[in-house]
């Protein structure tokens, strides 16, 4: 870990800080510009999200449905929740329970891991990049890659006593389901299931513990802005509801939550692997004033030093090469020099096909804002 750049900044101040203070206006710069406003956008269809039962898969008559449901939920949002996927619901419980127990730790526990270099494998902080952000987020978080677990969990946080034990066994069943949805999502492009099978059982994983304390003003401010992930996939895991998807009309659905589901996102790698078939979501977490908010996002992507690129069977007269290859690293090195909001507004008020599209046409630099 880079030590000049995890100097504890002096004037950080943590968003559970804040609500502990007992603030009844959010300070200024957590105001997000009008065009990022939480209200007004929000859907107002009743639409029906995909939920995907992965226990069908096993049925072989059912297995077509579920990778034609698989298909369209990909296509149409780029987002899917699942159910019956094996990871027992105590597993889930408990790497929420100790993800909780982390944030409600004294700040000084918290602050040894507190660090604004995103290329660090195991950092604390909170808002989204907080040295480069003109506007700030109302989250706390902490990320740490998880794969291989061997090669990361001495790194993670000691305090609460159980975190590594407890996060280790739901990140390592996390990856495995990944490694299960992958193999679906390639059969729904009609590529060999078992395609950069090893690459991806060998590839990153960065769990991201966000945790985003009741706000005052949640009508004013946001846990996190328009963003899609860098991922070739993302699995999420919320305890209460406030993460919205933006769908191909620009229109915001919440994200209900569904006891023991976990929520599919797919990233801009998976975008890039299917020539476009995929499109990233774009999502976003509100936040309310009521109660503390926890998420668990997973990204999984290749191994840091790797490329993604088009499968080439995606590839033809009719769908012509769309994406540069990139890879994880260059989305560290793209957020390290980045201020998002400026990003996000920009491509929401004026470009917004435009937001993810940094990878789009070989003849652009790969550049992607993401989370
Ligand atoms: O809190 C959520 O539901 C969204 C988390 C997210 O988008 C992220 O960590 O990138």
């Known amino acids: 870990m880079d030590k000049s750049s995890a100097t504890p900044n002096d004037s950080f101040t943590s968003a559970i800080t804040l609500t502990e203070e007992g603030l009844t206006c959010i300070p200024k710069r957590y105001i997000v510009p009008s065009s990022l406003h939480p209200n007004g956008t929000l859907s107002n269809s009743n639409t029906c999200l995909p939920i995907v039962d992965l226990s069908l898969l096993q049925h072989p008559l059912l297995r077509p449905q579920i990778i034609q449901q698989v298909h369209l939920a990909c296509k149409e949002l780029g987002f899917?929740?699942?159910?019956?996927?094996?990871?027992?619901?105590?597993?889930?419980?408990?790497a929420l329970d100790n993800a909780i127990e982390f944030f409600d730790l004294p700040s000084e526990e918290k602050m040894h891991l507190l660090s604004s270099n995103v290329h660090d494998p195991v950092r604390y902080s909170t808002s989204l990049n907080d040295d480069k952000d003109k506007v700030s987020f109302w989250r706390d978080f902490l990320k740490h890659y998880a794969n291989p677990i061997s090669n990361w969990i001495d790194l993670w946080p000691s305090n609460p006593t159980f975190y590594k034990e407890k996060m280790g066994n739901y990140s390592m069943a996390v990856q495995k389901l990944q490694e299960e949805i992958m193999e679906v999502i390639?059969?729904?492009?009609?590529?060999?299931?078992?395609?950069?099978h090893e690459d991806i059982a060998k590839g990153s994983q960065v769990i991201v513990v966000n945790c985003y304390p009741a706000c005052p003003e949640p009508d004013l401010a946001l846990g996190l802005p328009p963003h899609t992930d860098y991922s070739?996939?993302?699995?999420?895991?919320?305890?209460h509801q406030g993460l919205q998807i933006m769908d191909r009309d620009e229109k915001w659905h919440s994200v209900p939550v569904i006891?023991?589901?976990l929520i599919a996102l797919v990233g801009d790698h998976m975008e890039v692997l299917?020539?476009?078939q995929y499109k990233g979501?774009?999502?976003?977490?509100?936040?309310?004033?009521?109660?503390?908010?926890?998420?668990?996002?997973?990204?999984?992507?290749?191994?840091?030093?790797?490329?993604?690129?088009?499968?080439?069977s995606l590839v033809d007269e009719q769908h012509i090469l769309s994406y540069n290859e990139g890879g994880f690293?260059?989305?560290?090195?793209?957020?390290?020099?980045?201020?998002?909001?400026?990003?996000?507004?920009?491509?929401?008020?004026?470009?917004?096909?435009?937001f993810s599209s940094s990878v789009k046409d070989p003849k652009t630099e790969n550049r992607t804002p993401k989370s």
């Open 259 to 261: 006891e023991g589901g």
């Open 329 to 354: 690293s260059d989305f560290l090195d793209f957020i390290s020099g980045e201020d998002i909001v400026q990003v996000a507004a920009v491509s929401y008020t004026e470009a917004p096909q435009n």
């Open 281 to 312: 979501v774009v999502h976003r977490a509100t936040v309310n004033s009521e109660k503390k908010r926890l998420s668990i996002a997973s990204l999984h992507s290749l191994a840091l030093g790797k490329k993604v690129r088009p499968a080439p």
């Open 80 to 94: 899917f929740q699942v159910v019956n996927h094996g990871i027992p619901l105590s597993v889930m419980k408990d």
């Open 186 to 196: 390639f059969e729904s492009l009609e590529l060999n299931p078992d395609y950069l």
């Open 232 to 239: 070739l996939l993302s699995i999420i895991l919320q305890n």
């Open 274 to 276: 299917s020539n476009g």
